[in-house]
């Protein structure tokens, strides 16, 4: 909770020898108050502190006072907080006819403690200016003495009021209650609000009056004409406070110190000191009892703190004296003290903060200053290796070398997408979808990174035409019971080039990552165009697929061929990357290698030609090259010309002709049989 | 033409040449693709068959030999023209095509490595996750207001898309006992976006958990961190701060690189903010199956983008995740 007050009035609070900077310098360094901001004004100082919300007890001004008081004599400044005017009188009636309220309160655990009092004869007008200053440093709006006197002490004492009109109230009669579902109480700022079930409301006869803890009725203001005042000092369920601002969506100063928790113990001394400043500057007298409900009264507990713990967590000796000074200075009681332990009563405004060990050492540490503690390298044993190394190390690899070739960027896309741009991608049938997305924009985790490649794609075109683009990413899928799958994929996009190149993209890898041989299978997809989307299959594993995306995907307005997709299961690629492959002894012996000129029908494969020279030549042939390939009317109608560039060698000897022929007469028959292929003129040996 | 006509002619041109030019029109001529070498060659199928391999190979001999040749004169040709070479080296080089890693993976790489150095673990978990290990395993049980700092994307009741890297927590401590040394990097996700927010984003965590792990020992550890990653100069110190799975809880800062730590226009008096850090609570200690009474731990947990943009400049993190081009060609 942000914080907002001057100088001055802390010095009200507090007694001390150290300047405004100091005050700001070391709230920060040793407590969750962080100088959000620190200015000078007129002849004062404004700080702003962003109070961690563990801390209610200091989301005042009077809070901070306290805090000082164990934070700055470590500075070497003396300090001590004082508690200001007002805070314990007597509050008895003044009048000679003293009014009454009717109060009932429906659930308990609603309010923890509720206090009341009423007052007459007020005067309404407007404050004196260093109130009315006050306020507005901090960010509100004057109003008038008493509801002045209400905003005021919230932020001095961290505890939010009310002030009703009490001759608005229908016959004196209060039954604070939960709220049930479609109620509407008009607040004080004009605005109906509906309400949800289970707010807490105040209701006189019939007439919601007041939604508590979040913003009084505006049928029960106090306005010029008002004379006598309910002077209202609460604490709530900070459960329901919390969730009702949350269902309205709407938060006040006052709510956010509610949902934090009020110090219950803090009521009294509160509504002291309102009734002291309303006389003082609204002409009050008090003119009913002082009605107080507070079952269950604070406990203090204790928690103890081991010097042998302390010094553990600090690496850092200190002295139980200097412990003991900072418990006090904290105002924790100390209990009981030996010289092993000590345990201490944590006091209401501390509870439920302070609650184990590890808390008292932090309140020792923090005063004893973190700046104070020497930092070290730890020691020991490094932890048992992890198998995941491993991915971490082929993702990276696997970048490099795409980066490296010089044709990519990397791209990091969010995981959320539109369900416009699933429209090819399953849709949502499979992609996860999120409750409460931020806009349709983010709707649903992706399924595929392809959508948001292309999406980047279509957004760089007006700065370069060719492009090259990969992310490496998680994509998820629903399931219907447990966590969505949730898996890396590897998806590139690419476009201005040939199928060739692409496909030397992904055998490129391939071959660098020492994965073995792969297949292409022309597959029906519904985002490759027809005939040039391939699945990638390596031993019976689908690895992933490639093709040119279809027109109607990538958008038809763009009048551009569309890019290539290449777009892998990443884990699958992972597992089967090896830094080496097996060591092959160089050859020692040269190898023959002879040209072969063939004819055949033109939807005879090359990699089936290669398959059969492989096969045929018994492992004779350790290299087929294509060194030219071409279609012409000479050759024929359907048919084309190869020319393979074959290498026979042996490990064992420099091989001779008279070895070569045979294989080489075998390899050619079994074209011709298996291919009806011509075999052109006479083999060339080079 | 024979083979070793070809050889005397070839020698002799070769001779002759004085110039780089001259150089080039006889490697047309005699090496080039309609050069004598290649017309030969064709005329080796009007021979008779049993004559075409000797012929062939000698003609691959007196091939290689001219090669040599050339290259000898060549040799010879650089070395008189020398000195007479002139060349503008502001000319534009001709670049072989760079590609470009995106900075959070070079930010990545880096923090790696730097943790690594002391024996830290990369991990990862899922990243949409139980709410169990997002939340109550972390001491935040449900409707418990300390959630709503995380501004959580909800799949279902139970399934969160993880707010922090600290879901990754009491995972690691279910699946190996101390110590431990772990650093999670993950997509993160929380329901905002301005200028210094996005949707998505990425955190980096450290946990350390061990028999007495210190204040000291995490000071230690964000000192390493800070003069590896930005340099000796700069340092950092640790504020209070609450979380409910650490306790003590801290912010961690580092001083500001433009002024040292004096104060200037770019950071807070000097310290510009890191993020958060901790003692493991015991409570999260439980969760994972670890005895508080044996061993603590501490953590920290910080934006990728965040440690980036201190270093480079960038002033906006959307530009992260637009991948405008002339973005990524700077990194």
Not at chain 1, 64 to 80: D, S
Not at chain 1, 360 to 366: G, K, M, N, T
Not at chain 1, 471 to 489: D, S
Not at chain 1, 527 to 534: M, N, R
Request: charged share 25%.
């Amino acid at each position: 909770m942000n914080i907002k007050f001057t100088h001055r009035w802390l010095k009200e609070l507090l007694q001390t020898s150290a300047s405004a900077e100091e005050v700001a310098k070391d709230l920060n360094l040793c407590g969750p108050f962080e100088i959000e901001n620190f200015e000078k004004i007129k002849n004062d100082w404004l700080y702003q502190i962003e109070v961690a919300n563990n801390r209610p007890d200091a989301f005042s001004v009077f809070g901070i006072a306290r805090e000082c008081q164990a934070i700055l004599p470590n500075f070497g400044f003396k300090t001590r907080y004082k508690k200001p005017q007002g805070t314990d009188l007597n509050l008895q009636p003044e009048v000679s006819k003293p009014l009454s309220l009717k109060v009932k309160i429906e659930k308990k655990g609603l309010c923890p403690r509720f206090t009341a009092i009423i007052l007459d004869e007020i005067k309404i007008g407007s404050s004196p200016p260093k109130i009315v200053d006050r306020l507005n440093s901090a960010g509100i709006r004057a109003i008038n003495n008493v509801v002045d006197v209400s905003n005021y002490l919230m932020l001095e004492l961290g505890q939010p009021m009310h002030t009703f009109d009490f001759d608005k109230i229908k016959n004196a009669i209060m039954i604070l209650r939960e709220s049930r579902l479609g109620e509407t109480i008009i607040t004080l700022d004009s605005v109906r609000r509906s309400l949800p079930k289970g707010a807490i409301v105040i209701e006189d006869e019939n007439r919601l009056i007041d939604l508590c803890g979040i913003m009084g009725g505006q049928l029960s203001q106090v306005d010029e004409k008002t004379k006598r005042v309910l002077l209202f000092v609460q604490t709530y369920d900070p459960q329901r406070i919390r969730k009702t601002t949350q269902v309205i969506g709407y938060r006040t100063e006052a709510s956010s110190r509610f949902e934090k928790g009020i110090d219950a113990e803090g009521v009294l001394p509160a509504i002291s000191r309102a009734v002291f400043l309303l006389k003082k500057y609204a002409n009050a007298k008090i003119a009913s009892e002082l009605i107080d409900f507070y079952p269950n009264q604070y406990k203090p507990y204790s928690v103890s703190l081991t010097f042998k713990k302390l010094r553990s967590y600090l690496n850092e000796e200190i002295s139980p004296q200097k412990v003991k000074k900072i418990f006090k200075s904290l105002d924790l009681k100390i209990q009981k003290a030996n010289s092993s332990q000590v345990e201490v009563l944590i006091p209401s405004w501390r509870s439920p903060d302070l609650e184990i060990e590890e808390d008292l050492i932090e309140e020792v540490a923090r005063i004893y200053g973190y700046r104070n503690i020497r930092g070290e390298l730890p020691t020991g044993i490094p932890p048992k290796a992890k198998g995941e190394v491993k991915t971490f190390f082929w993702q990276e690899v696997i970048k490099d070398i795409l980066k490296n070739w010089g044709f990519f960027y990397e791209t990091y896309n969010y995981s959320l997408v539109s369900k416009s741009e699933l429209k090819y991608f399953g849709e949502d049938k499979k992609a996860v979808k999120v409750r409460n997305p931020l806009g349709v924009e983010f709707e649903y985790l992706r399924p595929s990174l392809i959508p948001s490649l292309i999406k980047v794609f279509r957004q760089n075109l007006n700065l370069k035409t060719s492009l090259g683009f990969f992310e490496l990413a998680n994509v998820y899928q629903h399931k219907t019971r447990g966590l969505p799958v949730q898996k890396t994929r590897l998806t590139i996009l690419i476009n201005d080039v040939s199928f060739l190149k692409v496909k030397g993209l992904l055998e490129g890898l391939i071959s660098i990552l020492k994965i073995g041989n792969i297949q292409y299978l022309t597959k029906e997809s519904p985002i490759y165009q027809d005939g040039l989307g391939f699945e990638i299959h390596q031993q019976k594993q689908i690895l992933g697929s490639l093709g040119m995306l279809k027109i109607k995907i990538l958008g038809d307005d763009l009048k551009i061929q569309p890019p290539f997709i290449i777009d892998l299961d990443l884990e699958k690629i992972i597992a089967k990357a090896h830094l080496f492959s097996r060591f092959k002894a160089i050859p020692r012996f040269p190898p023959v290698i002879e040209d072969l000129d063939l004819i055949v029908d033109q939807k005879i494969t090359v990699g089936s030609i290669v398959d059969l020279i492989a096969k045929a030549s018994q492992l004779l042939v350790t290299k087929v090259e294509i060194i030219d390939l071409y279609q012409n009317p000479k050759i024929g109608r359907g048919k084309k010309s190869v020319t393979l560039r074959l290498s026979y060698q042996s490990k064992t000897k420099t091989l001779t002709t008279k070895e070569i022929s045979p294989v080489r007469e075998k390899i050619k028959r079994q074209l011709v049989i298996k291919f009806n292929a011509r075999i052109r003129d006479q083999t060339i040996q080079l | 033409m024979n083979i070793d006509q070809l050889k005397k002619t070839s020698s002799e041109a070769l001779e002759a040449a004085k110039t780089e030019q001259d150089l080039e029109k006889w490697r047309i001529a005699y090496l080039g693709k309609k050069g004598k070498i290649s017309q030969l060659a064709k005329t080796l199928q009007t021979l008779p068959p049993q004559k075409r391999p000797q012929t062939g190979r000698q003609l691959n001999q007196l091939k290689k030999l001219i090669l040599v040749e050339f290259e000898k004169k060549k040799r010879k040709l650089n070395l008189t023209l020398e000195q007479k070479k002139w060349l503008d080296p502001t000319l534009p080089a001709i670049l072989p095509p760079i590609g470009h890693l995106h900075p959070i993976t070079l930010t990545i790489r880096e923090i790696v490595s730097i943790f690594e150095g002391i024996g830290y673990q990369r991990v990862s978990y899922p990243e949409v996750e139980w709410d169990y290990f997002a939340f109550e395993a972390l001491n935040m049980p449900k409707d418990h207001p300390a959630r709503d700092e995380w501004e959580t994307f909800f799949v279902s009741d139970k399934i969160v898309l993880t707010p922090h890297t600290s879901s990754g927590q009491v995972r690691e401590m279910l699946s190996q006992k101390p110590p431990i040394r772990m650093l999670n990097i993950a997509k993160c996700y929380r329901r905002q976006q301005d200028v210094s927010h996005v949707p998505m984003f990425f955190q980096f965590e450290g946990l350390f958990i061990d028999r007495q792990a210190s204040i000291a020992n995490l000071k230690g550890t964000l000192d390493y961190f800070t003069t590896c990653f930005f340099g000796p100069k700069r340092i950092t110190r640790i504020r209070p701060y609450h979380f409910r799975f650490t306790e003590p809880s801290f912010e961690v800062d580092v001083s500001c690189g433009v002024c040292n730590g004096h104060g200037c226009k770019l950071c807070k008096a000097g310290w510009l903010e890191l993020g958060g850090a901790g003692m493991v609570h015991p409570k999260v200690l439980k969760a994972g199956r670890i005895d508080s009474s044996q061993y603590t731990g501490f953590a920290f947990g910080w934006g990728v983008e965040r440690v980036c943009m201190m270093k480079t400049n960038i002033s906006d993190i959307r530009l992260f995740y637009q991948n405008d081009i002339r973005f990524l060609e700077q990194f």
